[in-house]
């Protein structure tokens, strides 16, 4: 049989090699060597006494100072690690304290809530007529938006003439005396402080005050004396016929424009049909801004028709210009009738059949089509007009009352609220961040918007 050159060699005891045992070769420790005793004899007179005396250890080998060094170094080596141990459990405890200080912060600095919502709407077709009173506080009311203008244009003039006029403006009245109503005759006198006297030129009644607001009403006053000196700015005035009476110190009247037109001498003479051109283009760009100012005096939202108004035009005396040339002058007054959106879409609702004591607003009221009867006039007390045309009614709700009854609010809380609020037919809700689970206590946490 061939030899195996892999073949265990045995020893002579017949142990497999692998059966040796293995030097240790771990160290050990070096022993000291014991500490040497003699004995010490001592004599007391007859007495001989023999006493063990313990000697210094011998000084220690190059071995065992090695050893001794080996241990101070791993003793040395030890609390080192404990230092290790322990910081490395002050940065795990700093993460975590930082991770809890993230999520506080998280959830109190960035907490908010968005809601969309899906409100009730309905079609409808309008074909009705409608009276609106001015400032009512039931059924559907008006705003009256009242604005004067001036235009002038310069003309050459064909000739001169002597002429004499009187000053003119407008005046606010006010009855801050009690809350009945005060009539004022025609050519009620009013003074200014200088003593320049103007009168009314038709009789007014000034309605009485309500509670502490004085009634007012306005009035054109024409100057008491032709002449230029009555060509003042904005002044308060009194009633002279009141002096002696309590009512004195209650009724009084403010310039709403400046007198002007007073004037004694010789003017300018226009040649009739320069002056008729000259009417023309002021009337026009008098038409151009009285409807862009009373559109920029309407509060946003206001529902306004672009023939939903009147606008009235009175000569003023003419002015000289440069040599040879007149200043013909014209005031324009604007009276539009301006609808609150929600009064008008509750009007609109009723008319239809859609109303349910909610409010309501129209979402495109330009589509309907608005038509003034005989006779309207948004200075007077009331107005006639006529709808037509199709319109979607959308109902409204209040919401800033929405945001105070979900503030803080759980999200399981949300149907019920919404209960209260059935012009609301959808909600989605999104609160951040996401592990909170109810509504920010902050008013400005909470965005509403409206979906289609």
Avoid: C
Avoid at 1 to 26: A, E, G, T
Avoid at 42 to 66: C, F, H, L, Y
Avoid at 143 to 160: C, F, M, W
Avoid at 432 to 440: E, L, N, V
């Amino acid at each position: 049989m061939p030899r195996n050159s892999f073949q265990d060699i045995v020893p002579p005891d017949r142990r497999s090699i692998r059966n040796v045992p293995l030097k240790d070769i771990r160290p050990r420790a070096v022993e000291r060597p014991a500490p040497r005793t003699e004995p010490v004899v001592e004599q007391d007179g007859d007495m001989v006494i023999v006493r063990k005396k313990v000697e210094r250890r011998p000084e220690p080998s190059e071995a065992i100072r090695e050893w001794e060094h080996a241990q101070e170094e791993v003793s040395k080596k030890k609390p080192r690690s404990r230092r290790r141990g322990s910081s490395a459990k002050r940065v795990f405890a700093g993460i975590v304290t930082l991770v809890i200080v993230a999520a506080v912060l998280l959830s109190t600095v960035f907490h908010g809530a968005a809601m969309a919502v899906t409100v009730k709407t309905a079609d409808v077709t309008v074909a009705n007529d409608f009276t609106a009173k001015k400032e009512a506080a039931t059924g559907l009311a008006f705003l009256p938006v009242i604005i004067k203008d001036t235009a002038g244009q310069t003309v050459k003039a064909n000739g001169e003439k002597q002429v004499s006029t009187r000053a003119s403006g407008t005046i606010v009245i006010y009855n801050n005396y009690s809350s009945a109503s005060q009539r004022l005759i025609k050519n009620t006198r009013f003074e200014t402080p200088e003593g320049l006297v103007y009168r009314i030129s038709d009789s007014v009644t000034v309605p009485g005050k309500s509670g502490s607001k004085p009634g007012s009403i306005e009035a054109v006053v024409m100057a008491d004396e032709p002449g230029d000196k009555y060509n003042v700015g904005l002044k308060d005035l009194t009633i002279p016929g009141f002096k002696g009476d309590p009512r004195y110190q209650g009724f009084y009247a403010r310039s709403k424009t400046p007198f002007a037109g007073g004037f004694v001498g010789t003017q300018k003479v226009v040649a009739d049909a320069d002056r008729a051109k000259a009417k023309q283009a002021n009337e026009a760009a008098l038409t151009t801004s009285l409807l862009e100012k009373a559109k920029a005096a309407m509060a946003p939202g206001a529902v306004f028709y672009d023939n939903a108004y009147v606008i009235s035009f009175k000569d003023l005396p003419d002015e000289s210009a440069d040599s040879g040339s007149a200043l013909i002058k014209e005031e324009g007054t604007i009276s539009a009738a301006v609808f609150e959106p929600h009064a008008f879409g509750q009007a609109i609702a009723a008319a239809t059949g859609k109303n349910d004591g909610s409010a309501t607003i129209i979402q495109e009221p330009a589509d309907l089509v608005f038509t003034p009867k005989s006779g309207f006039d948004p200075s007077s007390d009331s107005i006639s007009f006529s709808l037509k045309g199709p319109a979607t009614l959308e109902w409204t709700y209040d919401e800033l009352a929405l945001k105070t009854a979900l503030k803080g609010q759980s999200r399981a809380a949300v149907s019920t609220i919404l209960s209260n609020y059935p012009m609301i037919e959808k909600a989605d809700i999104s609160i951040r961040p996401f592990w909170r689970r109810s509504f920010p206590t902050s008013l400005s946490s909470i965005d509403i918007t409206k979906t289609p």
